[in-house]
């Protein structure tokens, strides 16, 4: 079998497949932009589907282009590969997801590391999978959360970076994000014969907003789901725990995009709340709308800043208070189970997009059920300030797990003026800021050749 290897890695360029389906990726090398999703046949469920288990690897193919950070490409990256595997939606059927693993150059196959990327988004072509190789034109929230992967693949840790919302981009769909994310893991330990990893790694979970939302789901249905898995740690920022209360906060503002975009990954989810909602949508605007279903968040930003999102609804704020709505809705929120791993919870007090007070809560709920927990709670940052600020001190608490460090037991909440102030997170900061900085200027530079 011809290819090439890659500091121990083969990374032959064709796809490589189990028998329930062959692909054919190599004419899809030849465009000069990576092939959408929706284009691409390696994402399309192959035949046979229910009778895998969660968690198996369907096919996998090395990534077709490098991985790349506002167009320029990481450079400690030894092998990557998409990884296609069976996983579960939030109504129990099976499903076929993508997950993406980072293999660095100084790769401690012991350490692994599943990164959630706030896609926050119900398009398909903003999943990480894809925004993450270079030209891909996609996501800019993948392209700067890139910078904290890069952190952790100098680390010597492997990344596995799922697509969690699926391939209907079931965007707020809790169930579907946390298997998605807990059978990406379990698919990457079933990887050693083409990845190296160890059969039993060290893993932690970590993510952002959006990519805390999937972590915390992850964390929440673990015990039941996967009880054959065991992290050593959870770090998740900007939770996002009351959906409803976050729609409150966003509505006519810079972030109010957000609301099309959960209520039509919901859809996507529930075909119950897809027909509600078609039904309740403006006929004039329903269009508008739906903008979403083909942009990224940066994009449904622009579209929807200042607006008022109840105006699309017949019905407009009694549309929220509907039965169909306040059931799917308490679906999606976190909050339901409390995680066996330990966790470390850093949020802006003044977060505009989810109210303090519904995160103290949900640390509450957390803590009063047994859970080890370290909340950290930031005066001086806003909701999207904070996942780069806060990003250091997360940083090192990881690194603490994955050295086998023992957290201490029981709940403590510190609120701090800034975790800037803390040495040990500026420290790890350092590298995190540089990256972004160097990838962004890299990226204008290029735009200008």
Known sequence: MRGMRVKGFRCSWYSHATPLQETNTPRLLHRQNPTPPDLDPFYSAPAGLNASSPGDILR????????AAFNTTIVNIAAAFHIQYRTTDSTGNPEAAVTTLLIPSNA?????????????????????SFALQKTSAANVTASIELAFIEAALNKGWYVVVPDFE??????????????ATLDSVRAVLQSAAFSNVSLAPRTALWGYSGGAFASNWALELQASYAPELSFAGGAVGGTINNIAGAFTAINNGTLAGLIPTVFLGLAAAYSDFSEALEQELVPETAATFKTVLTQCSSEDSSEF??????????????????????????????????PVTPLYIYKSINDEVSPIADTDAFVDYYCAGGADVEYRRDLLSGHITLAITGAGEALAWLDDRMAGVA???????TSVVSTLLDPVGVLALGDIVVGVLIGYLAGVVQSLK
Request: proline share 7%; charged share 15%.
């Open 108 to 128: 401690d196959p012991a350490k692994l590391l599943s990164y959630q990327i706030a896609e926050d988004s119900a398009f398909q072509s903003c999943a990480p």
């Open 60 to 67: 996998y193919r090395p990534v077709p282009y490098p991985i």
């Open 407 to 413: 957290v201490e037991s029981g709940c403590k909440t």
């Open 166 to 179: 699926g391939p209907r981009s079931a965007f707020e769909a809790g169930a579907q994000a946390g298997y």
């Open 305 to 338: 800043t200042g607006q008022d999102i109840l105006s699309y609804f017949k019905t407009g704020a009694a549309f929220l208070n509907t039965s169909i709505v306040q059931t799917t809705l308490n679906k999606a929120n976190i909050g339901k189970h409390v």
